[in-house]
């Protein structure tokens, strides 16, 4: 019996099919080459710095300190990247290859941790989980005087871990859409069981989506400072606040940048030294088709379980302590007011920014997939630093540029957006790219024969078969943008407020009862745009 193989375990066959790449047209190469241009700005910034740094700030690199920051910096990346694969991917499993109850509506809150700001999620935890918090208070009846320490490393990963691990869920199940069910089941025909045809068929084809899951939580947590701060756990980013704020000299914090960009760029090079084996496209003929729902059986309401029991760690409870602030806030008299300008301008420049992250992405996406080699290695890298970078980077090093170079625009809703692309194209773009990973080239090539262009190729077909993996991008843009801080504080026009900066606002100054509203507010309208995918998700199977 012959059975039309879709995927190649050896990846060195793969590579050999590969062997010939057609030189990129200047239509894809041009605007690659424009956004990692504009991508580097912050990168050109740091370097302008570090290049007038004195000499103590260079020695501050070889010191005993340095390491032991970046160790710290290090294991909390491995920690929160590993404990969200582990979580993310049966959670995207079970939404979208099984017959588990309720999975519709999983699906949504699973992914709606998204939306909580890592400042305001660490200060919850404290407040839920720390030293006199509210379970200690709770437990003080029966005795309990005091709860383990919660600050450290392992708050820190807790907190970073159940916030980020949407990232790699969105694009794994995004991923899982997308597979071929004639795969599995020509599998189990040749006598693979359930393990062995998940490991040896299903995994392998999902390893571009998880390594873009990854690549964006590991540098979601690189570059985190409220929740490290928060939970005293020191690593660059928070060495580089802290220059910031009281040394008058930038030069120190920009050498310590351009050490995290490097711990990027090594990041960068696993991912994809991991995308680049294999290819996760079909090659035989037939159609795909939806997937049968595989049948859990006793395991249904466990299944369940374990997906609530995430919605409740990463979502329910900083939703009840924020409730919990309002209630008491508005009982002490505190008015409860909607903040519909700062609501109005969050949906404004949020929108903006996913439109205009999603289309920048699709020139570097399609030339890193479509014609690898060192140059486009180089732009897809150069298009993730600014990922790798606190805000107040990216805002300063827009700063330095717009005051000399933009005048009529500095200070605008534009920079602002601009800053939002710089800070948040890799969810874009790791999304997308992993969605063009599946659609085979030969597809397009067939297209072209017809006589149409490239241009007319990627409108009709490609952009089609790549739709989940857009939509997602720009959905991750959309969702990360509502809660960013540092740029917005630093580049917003003036009298300009978002939700973020409310939320920031009030905390920042103990008022808890304030943060609470603008605070659930941000959570409620992040959570549209990604109940209407996984909606359109479900109707399209």
Not at 119 to 133: M, N, T
Not at 203 to 225: N, R
Not at 434 to 458: D, F, N, T, W
Request: proline content about 6%.
């Amino acid at each position: 019996m012959q059975i039309n193989s879709t995927q190649h375990l050896s990846p060195s066959r793969s590579t050999r099919i590969f062997a010939r790449v057609e030189s990129p047209p200047l239509i894809i190469l041009i605007p690659a080459g424009l956004v990692a241009l504009a991508m580097a700005l912050p990168l050109a910034y740091l370097i302008v710095r570090a290049f007038g740094a004195s000499s103590e700030a260079w020695e501050l690199l070889f010191r005993v300190r340095t390491a032991q920051i970046l160790g710290r910096s290090a294991l909390l990346v491995v920690t929160v990247t590993g404990a969200s694969l582990a979580i993310a991917t049966p959670l995207a499993w079970l939404t979208t290859r099984t017959d588990m109850p309720f999975r519709r509506t999983l699906s949504v809150l699973t992914a709606l941790p998204l939306v909580v700001p890592s400042y305001v999620g660490a200060f919850l935890a404290i407040s839920a989980l720390g030293p006199k918090g509210l379970l200690q208070q709770m437990l003080s009846p029966i005795g309990v005087e005091s709860l383990p320490e919660i600050y450290g490393l392992p708050g820190a990963a807790i907190t970073l871990t159940l916030l980020s691990y949407p990232y790699t869920l969105l694009t794994v199940r995004a991923a899982f859409r997308n597979l071929d069910p004639s795969l599995d089941e020509s599998a189990r025909l040749l006598g693979h069981g359930s393990w062995s045809t998940f490991f040896r068929m299903t995994l392998p084809q999902l390893k571009p989506a998880m390594a873009a899951g990854s690549l964006l939580v590991a540098l979601y947590t690189l570059s985190d400072f409220g929740a490290v701060s928060l939970m005293r756990y020191e690593t660059f980013t928070w060495a580089i606040f802290q220059q910031y704020q009281s040394a008058f000299d930038r030069s120190i914090a920009a050498v310590l940048s351009l050490v995290l960009v490097l711990f990027a760029v090594l990041i960068l090079m696993g991912d994809g030294f991991v995308a680049s084996k294999g290819r996760f496209y079909r090659t035989g003929s037939g159609s795909a088709r939806a997937t049968n729902a595989v049948r859990l059986g006793r395991w249904r309401w466990p299944a369940v379980a374990f997906c609530v029991a995430a919605v409740v760690a990463a979502l329910g409870m900083p939703t009840a302590v924020l409730g919990y602030w309002l209630v008491k806030g508005v009982s002490a008299g505190e008015p409860l007011t909607l903040v519909w300008s700062a609501t109005l301008n969050s949906l404004y420049v949020s929108l903006m920014a996913a439109v205009a992250a999603t289309v920048l992405a699709v020139p570097v996406a399609a030339l890193a997939v479509r014609h690898p080699g060192h140059l486009s290695r180089l732009f897809e890298r150069v298009s993730h630093t600014g990922y790798a970078l606190p805000g107040i980077v990216v805002a300063l090093a827009l700063v330095f540029f717009g005051s000399r170079l933009v005048q009529p625009i500095y200070q605008t809703v534009w920079v602002l957006v601009f800053a939002y692309v710089v800070l948040f194209l890799p969810a874009a773009l790791g999304s997308f790219r992993s969605s063009l990973m599946q659609v085979s080239p030969k597809i397009e090539e067939a297209a072209r024969c017809l006589g149409h262009g490239r241009i007319s190729v990627m409108l009709s077909i490609t952009a089609p078969l790549t739709r989940s993996g857009l939509l997602m991008g720009g959905a991750l843009v959309f969702l990360v943008t509502m809660k960013e801080l540092p740029a917005t504080l630093i580049l917003g026009p003036l009298g300009f407020s978002t939700l973020a900066s409310r939320i920031w606002s009030a905390s920042s100054e103990a008022f808890f009862a304030q943060a609470a509203a603008p605070a659930l507010m941000l959570i409620f309208i992040s959570s549209v745009p990604l109940a209407i995918l996984m909606i359109r998700d479900r109707s399209r199977q």
